[in-house]
């Protein structure tokens, strides 16, 4: 009965689902494709908040272990395995970018983890470092609570609070530089419409009620820095790039 059951499940794929499937696991890696081409094309990362890579990275390094302890959707374990590659070649990116600029104006590099420069080391190694450091701590504290409905629902809660705040970095950059000079609006534009499309996806397929709350925050997040393009742009020209 089992085997039926199984065989009707894979039975109910169509082209439309998996086209919505392949949409969740890539979509939300492209809308950073444009801003690593405007970071590739300036040479200059100031407009763009690393700490954006920082919030994605946590909050999909503890999907994965929420996906070990619940076991959802395939497609949103695979999303979280793109966009942490996808964070990794950011940062890479703004590593290289920063590093020859301080070569430029003979600037110290940062190497170190001094708590003063968190998440402004100069070395790409360092993130890996954390990451790795952050992913071996989950895998020990699953290890002992796996078992613990409670701790795997307060896994996926972290997890969602912290990818419902993906462009509150952005926005908090924005409104200090009180500009968006440097930021790819092209990428807040998908931003807006990946999350549109996954909270809906979220909703259709039943996820979670963790991942559609974080999809609506994002959406909230996202219009709000749209608004602050058209704010700051009143006196300087809007680049799409």
């Not at 790795?132 to 504290?141: D, E």
């Not at 409104?175 to 931003?191: P, Q």
């Not at 549109?196 to 991942?211: A, D, E, H, L, R």
Request: proline letters at 2%; hydrophobic letters at 50%.
């Amino acid at each position: 009965m089992d085997e039926e059951a199984l065989l009707q499940e894979e039975g109910s794929w169509t082209p439309l689902s998996l086209l919505a499937s392949l949409l969740m696991v890539f979509g939300g890696a492209l809308p950073y494709v444009p801003q690593y081409q405007e970071i590739r094309r300036s040479g200059n990362t100031d407009g763009f908040s690393t700490r954006v890579c920082l919030v994605l990275l946590v909050a999909n390094i503890l999907r994965v272990f929420f996906w070990i302890g619940k076991q959802f959707e395939l497609t949103l374990l695979l999303q979280s395995v793109v966009m942490i590659l996808t964070m990794f070649a950011m940062l890479h990116l703004c590593c290289t970018v920063q590093n020859s600029n301080r070569v430029s104006t003979k600037q110290h590099r940062i190497t170190d983890l001094d708590l003063r420069y968190f998440w402004r080391w100069s070395a790409f190694e360092d993130y890996l470092l954390f990451c790795f450091g952050l992913a071996a701590l989950c895998a020990v504290v699953s290890l002992l609570l796996m078992d613990s409905s409670v701790f795997v629902e307060t896994l996926g809660s972290l997890a969602v609070t912290f990818e419902a705040m993906l462009g509150a970095p952005q926005l908090l950059r924005n409104f200090n530089n009180r500009s968006t000079k440097g930021m790819s609006v092209k990428m807040v534009l998908l931003w807006t419409a990946g999350d549109i499309f996954k909270t809906t996806y979220f909703i259709t397929n039943q996820s979670p009620v963790q991942f559609w709350l974080c999809g609506s925050v994002q959406i909230l997040i996202d219009v709000a820095i749209l608004l602050q393009v058209l704010l700051y742009s009143q006196d300087t020209r809007v680049k799409l790039g």
